[in-house]
């Protein structure tokens, strides 16, 4: 088989060949972004979801039919190192400024560049180690107390109603939502709430892990009148099938039932898994039809890639303590999710001892908890990881 045709594509977000099981949620986000186009409500959608699940592949689905739109687009990924205002400012100030570029003079364009000059000088932002300039006075009394609930929604207002000016429609696109704090999460929440209540043309879809709609609740309780929360998971046997036989086929090759069941064998129908088993099974078969046999062969190579960087990353990341946490997690019986006082048990402490050891984790975004008292891994298989490769 000739690896410069093989069509699967493992990766960080990278688009797989077939958007298998996800076209309803696709369709949704559709209908919320033609829907603002007219003029009217429109509820975001917030994807939550384990590791490799094709989140971040929707949000760049979205992404797309955006810009398609003629919408202007603003993607960021939140992570632990930046706040969120770090993570806004430079992508805001672009956007401003190509607003107060269409078109005529603009006195909304050149207002909101006055209240975001306001914003960055009360929240002292820098970007690296420079400052963002502007060259416009900043408006005093607006979006500059330094409190981000309150400043953050004036500023969205401000920038809203600047494309509102230029008939223009904005969508704001947030991944790995749950690294934002609960006041920052609140300022987002109480943002997207001002925009709804004006009818501007702003609108948000974002994508995290499953503590992401407890973390978005507590926040701001009308948070579910704004967004919608599709739960992605793994897919169903028939769409897994579709995911690896319909790239196979429309390389004029044949994949084997046998085979096709042993590839959802070892991914349990995770996107992520899917395209890896494809694109090792493509690459160690000989000939079409791709047998098992073939299959078996790609399992060693998936796993070795794997265990070297998908799951080892996520592993090194941690502190001893962490480490020995998931480790007497993995010890346990089954796939999880895992009683906290289980937990404790197997490393011969109390639950309170470990509470932090546990916070810690679910803020590295390692593990979440289903339900009071219960732990699970975010990471797909990681369970699989631990007890194959016992890492130090």
Known sequence: MDPVRNPFAPGAGTPPPELSGRWELVEQARIALDRLKLGRPAKGLVAVGLRGVGKTVLLNEFRLMAQDRQYFCISLEAHED??????????????????????????HAKRALRIFKSFMAS???????????????????????????VDLPDLFAAIGKAAQDRQRHVVLLIDELQYLSEAE?????????????LGLPIMMFGAGLPQVTALMGRSKSYAERLFDFPQVGALTASDSIDAIQKPIKSEGEEIEP???????????????FLQE???????????????????????????????????????????????????????????????????????????????????????????YAPAHGDTAFTVPLFEQYLRRVRPD
């Open 82 to 107: 930046k706040s969120l205002p770090q993570l806004l400012v430079p992508a805001l100030r672009r956007l401003l400024l190509d607003l107060d570029r269409l078109g005529a003079l603009s006195e």
């Open 277 to 367: 088993w494809g694109y090792q099974t493509w690459n160690s078969a000989s000939a079409s039809p791709i047998a098992k046999a073939d299959v078996e062969i790609a399992t060693q190579k998936a796993l070795h890639r794997l265990d070297e960087g998908f799951f080892k990353v996520r592993f090194e990341r941690l502190t001893p303590r962490e480490r020995d946490y998931a480790r007497a997690m993995a010890g346990l019986p089954g796939t999880g999710p895992y009683r906290s006082a289980e937990i404790a048990s197997a490393l011969g402490v109390t639950s309170q001892s470990i509470a932090p050891t546990r916070n810690n984790l679910i803020a590295k975004g390692m593990v």
């Open 123 to 149: 929240l002292r932002v820098k970007y690296g180690d420079a400052e963002l300039t502007l060259d416009v006075d900043p408006e005093a009394g607006i979006a500059d107390s330094g409190d981000l609930e």
């Open 258 to 272: 046998a085979a096709l069941n042993e590839i959802l064998l070892w991914t349990q129908g995770y996107p992520f």
């Open 185 to 197: 999460m609140s300022a987002l929440i109480m943002s997207v709430h001002r925009m709804a209540q």
